[in-house]
């Protein structure tokens, strides 16, 4: 668990601690504890998904589908009131799960489309080019750190803590988190505007720029007091009303008097649970030899021996097998990359946090083309690194074929795992381009051809 990167693990373990204290809090007091059979069917489900978060290496949906598990294996051993309790001291926990990075693209854009309008409003001169926007003291890339996703969890976070804390319904915290978010959201797009505005007028090596993070945090503390002061009207409000209304449901059976079948109930709802993962690790599915990558003979590529002239490599973390080569192609250098993931190791070939591009370039666009048979599927990208401009075709390449999606490569790597085969490969291709490519709808056709050669 962690916050949001691992650098700051620490605050996964705080929200941790809180979720142990705040679900003890919460079942102290006495309560209904009843069997529900009606949550066999749930578990089932998250069952299933487990199994697929194991074959397909879906580490996100594992991370969404474990405390879901922990929620309906309560509500089958212990009932709906106990259900109801850990509801909100389980929404912390959920802070801490490593899957809130997949909104990190959209907050992102969100905050380009708000300080677009703004310097369109104010009459700012700037060039806006995707994500980066060039003033006439530099460039200011509202990258993925600018997505306000901090902020975000850092106020929905407090909206569930203090819900959990003062025990109001779940409506009502919901009610809280969706006023703090909309709060930390705005305070983002605020810091950036700043931002933009001291680099426009002050220039972009001001020291406000290299402290953008406190100035956030300054931002974001001035913007979420009408939550405070929201948030202390409804928890004396609705105290009050849910203290009256636990009190109606906890009339007879205390945790003391839980019979045996409780017990017996938490095993086979834990035993639905992780069976079909400890079948999975059983059988030994993943496969322990896989071919090795050996570059590509194709006519028409001549391998050149000088590489440490290259500037581009795939951003993607960990692969198991990587190859890396320069060719001489049609009076053009061709940069070729094979990164080939087996599911064995830490890396993961289609998921959101991989780029094409890496850090020290600007990704400019990203978008996919087939051809008119659906055979060939691939994605376009360009990028700019100060004067340089670069196209890069590439693709998840499977025994069940081309893939130009992050669902199209789960959904084949499903397929070719009945076979046997949980290995994928990232292909790409790039040559550097002047401004033409920057309109750049398909591969023209010796392109084309080229891709289909690289293709399994």
């Known amino acids: 668990m962690h916050w949001i990167t691992p650098d700051d693990l620490d605050m996964g373990y705080l929200l941790f601690a809180l979720f142990i204290g705040l679900s003890v809090r919460a079942l ?133 803590i203090a819900a959990a804390w003062n025990r109001v319904p779940f409506r009502y915290a919901v009610i809280s988190a969706v006023i703090a978010v909309a709060l930390a959201i705005l305070a983002n797009w605020i810091r950036v505007g700043i931002l933009v505005y001291v680099g426009y007028t002050e220039g972009v090596s001001h020291p406000w720029m290299a402290e953008h993070d406190m100035l956030g945090w300054i931002v974001f503390a001035v913007a979420m007091i009408p939550w405070f002061l929201v948030e202390a009207r409804l928890n004396k409000h609705e105290t009050s009303v849910s203290e009256s209304t636990d009190m109606q449901a906890e009339l007879t059976t205390a945790w003391t008097t839980a019979s045996v079948k409780t017990g017996l109930a938490a095993v086979i709802g834990l035993i639905l649970l992780f069976t079909p993962h400890a079948i999975l690790k059983g059988t030994g599915s993943t496969v322990d030899q896989v071919q090795a990558i050996s570059a590509p003979q194709i006519k028409g590529l001549t391998p050149l021996s000088d590489q440490s002239r290259r500037t581009w490599f795939p951003a993607y973390a960990h692969p198991d097998q990587q190859l890396h080569r320069r060719f001489l192609w049609e009076g053009k250098v061709l940069d070729l990359s094979i990164l080939r993931f087996t599911g064995n190791g830490e890396g993961e070939l289609a998921k959101t946090t991989n780029q094409i591009f890496p850090e020290n370039w600007r990704q400019l666009s990203d978008r996919t083309w087939q051809s008119s048979d659906g055979k060939t599927r691939l994605r376009i990208a360009i990028g700019a690194r100060g004067k340089e401009y670069r196209v890069v075709y590439y693709w998840y390449d499977h025994s069940s074929g081309m893939k130009n999606s992050i669902t199209g490569s789960k959904l084949a790597l499903l397929i070719d795992s009945l076979a046997g085969d949980r290995s994928g490969d990232l292909i790409a291709l790039s040559v550097s381009c002047t401004g033409e490519c920057m309109t750049m709808d398909e591969p023209s056709p010796a392109v084309l051809t080229l891709i289909k050669a690289l293709a399994k």
């Open 28 to 160: 102290k007091q006495p309560c209904r504890v009843n069997v529900r059979p009606i949550y066999v069917l749930p578990l089932f489900l998250i069952s299933g998904l487990l199994f697929l978060s194991e074959v397909l290496d879906l580490k996100t949906v594992f991370f969404v589908a474990a405390p879901l598990g922990f929620l309906m294996l309560n509500g089958f051993a212990l009932g709906h009131t106990v259900l109801k309790r850990i509801l909100l001291p389980t929404a912390v926990l959920m802070m801490a799960m490593p899957f809130w990075y997949l909104l990190v693209p959209y907050l992102q854009k969100a905050t380009v489309i708000a300080n677009t309008q703004w310097i369109e409003a104010t009459g700012i001169t700037a060039l806006i080019e995707g994500s980066f926007i060039t003033v006439p003291t530099g460039i200011i890339h509202i990258a993925g750190g600018c997505s306000g996703l901090k902020y975000f969890m850092t106020a929905m976070s407090l909206a569930f």
